[in-house]
């Protein structure tokens, strides 16, 4: 099992193995397996490791807290490299840049793990095998709430002028599948039943609702007004 996470030390050092989820090809391999893991796990224990992880007292809470008090000093960054201005940044480099300039401590940096796609971020921040560092994992963290907060906002955004709740229940059906089982043990037992049902009696008003694509894809093509206009369901 690689979901401990009690280990922090070794996802801390630096490492000489790529986490093979920032590659499209290693991607969906390293997250089946990671889920697997998860998944062998009870509800219980799922949720224990979500708190420990990324709970208001959790592991990224205390990274964040040590470096916005200590900057490059702070005891989770020690053992990592410095950047050399000299030569090319590695992910780590960038990493701790981006937490630094995160927490006011540097000038602005772009987070490395923008533009991963969500199962690629979850490999990084839920595997602690050692392949990724706290400070890879907690920017990859980061990219995945903006990831997930945008997805909401676009969401939110398709109640606007219009008083059907199709594309609603179907967005929150597909952002609970897309969930690794450690981020579902938050949701109270029966969840994904309850929105269903909302669906369901959706569709039941204004039909079925027929999407070529996954509404995660569709954010990312057109406008939730665009949308709905193709939809024809603004009022």
Not at 63 to 84: H, I, K, M, N
Not at 158 to 183: C, K, N, Q, S, W
């Amino acid at each position: 099992m690689t979901v401990s996470m009690f280990a922090t030390d070794a996802s801390v050092a630096a490492h000489p193995q790529a986490n093979p989820c920032t590659t499209e090809v290693g991607e969906a391999l390293s997250y089946s397996q990671l889920a697997a893991e998860q998944a062998l796990l009870s509800k219980k224990e799922r949720l224990k490791l979500n708190t420990y992880l990324v709970g208001p007292a959790g592991l990224f809470a205390a990274f964040s807290t040590q470096v916005a008090e200590q900057g490059r000093q702070a005891p989770y960054l020690q053992g990592l490299p410095e950047t050399d201005p000299a030569t090319p940044r590695t992910q780590t480099e960038q990493a701790v840049e981006f937490a630094l300039a995160r927490h006011h401590r540097r000038a602005f940096a772009e987070n490395p793990f923008v533009g991963l796609s969500r199962q690629a971020l979850c490999c990084v921040v839920y595997d602690d095998s050692g392949r990724s560092n706290l400070a890879e994992r907690y920017a990859a963290n980061e990219a995945l709430r903006s990831l997930d907060s945008l997805y909401f906002i676009k969401l939110i955004a398709t109640t606007y002028h219009t008083v059907e709740r199709r594309l609603v229940f179907r967005g929150l059906l597909e952002h609970f599948d897309a969930l690794m089982p450690i981020e579902q043990s938050i949701y109270q037992d029966g969840y994904r039943d309850v929105q269903q049902g909302y669906l369901d009696r959706e569709e039941k008003l204004y039909g079925p609702l027929k999407l070529s694509k996954p509404l995660s894809v569709i954010f990312t093509e057109q406008t939730p007004e665009s949308l709905l206009a193709s939809l024809g369901t603004r009022g």
